[in-house]
């Protein structure tokens, strides 16, 4: 399974803590993974400071008699913008059980995997960019050989990361060495999304 290529269909959760453990029916416990709060203001905040002087040069350059009714509606659609992505990272969430995982993602769809196509878990190392700082990344992987959930280190913490394969009930691999984003996409191309596959040399 460690060299088993994956097409991963589903979204980041994002950077997360475990929610309450809730049960539903019999014995099942359903693990809820959210993002941690801290990670939407630490991405918010910036978003809300590169729009303020976007503002400021639109009122400036327009007239400031006649365009503040422009400036005003820029506003009113951006808050509205910030505020619609705000209510999907806070929606956006991960329940892992015994019977597979239900994923919400960023943009709203919500993907079901049941237990019955979950072969293992693979876990591995990759490097960030020209550095040489690791990302962690997991892929949960169906008995076809293709990734049908994804943790990115960038959004997900480790202590929650070691848990998903315990919470399912499959097996983890661990790839000891790290790889970079090149490799991997010679390797196991479809591990990565889409937009991962090509590479910007070519």
Same mark, same amino acid.
């Given at each position: 399974?460690? +060299? ?10 994002g950077?997360?803590? !475990? ?9 099942? %416990? /359903? @693990? +809820?993974?959210?993002?941690? %709060?801290?990670?939407?203001?630490? $991405?918010?905040?910036p978003? =809300?400071?590169? =729009?303020? !002087? ?8 327009l ?10 509606s820029t506003?009113? =659609?951006?808050?509205?913008? @910030?505020a619609a ?8 969430q ?6 597979? $995982? /239900? ?9 079901? /995997?049941?237990?019955?196509? $979950?072969?293992?878990?693979l &876990? $591995?190392?990759?490097?960030?960019g020209?550095?040489?700082?690791t990302s ?6 169906? &008995? ?7 943790? *990115?280190? &960038? ?5 929650t990361m ?5 919470i399912?009930? /499959?097996?983890? @691999?661990?790839? !000891?060495?790290? =790889? +970079?984003?090149?490799?991997? *996409?010679?390797?196991? !191309?479809?591990l990565?999304?889409w937009?991962?596959r ?5």
């Amino acid at each position: 399974m460690s +060299t088993a290529p994956m097409d991963t269909r589903s979204g980041d959760a994002g950077d997360s803590s !475990p929610g309450p453990t809730a049960a539903r029916g019999a014995g099942l %416990r /359903v @693990i +809820t993974l959210r993002p941690r %709060r801290t990670l939407g203001w630490s $991405i918010g905040l910036p978003v =809300v400071a590169l =729009v303020l !002087p976007l503002l400021a040069v639109e009122l400036w350059l327009l007239d400031p008699r006649g365009g503040w009714p422009i400036v005003a509606s820029t506003a009113v =659609v951006m808050a509205a913008l @910030i505020a619609a992505a705000w209510i999907s990272y806070q929606r956006t969430q991960a329940e892992l059980s015994g019977y597979g $995982i /239900v994923e919400r993602g960023f943009f709203g769809g919500t993907y079901t /995997v049941p237990a019955r196509d $979950i072969a293992g878990v693979l &876990r $591995i190392q990759l490097y960030r960019g020209n550095s040489l700082d690791t990302s962690q990344e997991l892929f949960v992987v169906n &008995r076809a050989g293709r990734g049908v959930f994804r943790m *990115r280190g &960038r959004f997900w913490d480790t202590e929650t990361m070691d848990r998903v394969a315990g919470i399912l009930g /499959v097996e983890e @691999i661990v790839r !000891p060495d790290p =790889v +970079t984003l090149a490799e991997l *996409r010679r390797t196991d !191309p479809k591990l990565l999304y889409w937009f991962e596959r090509r590479s910007l040399s070519r």
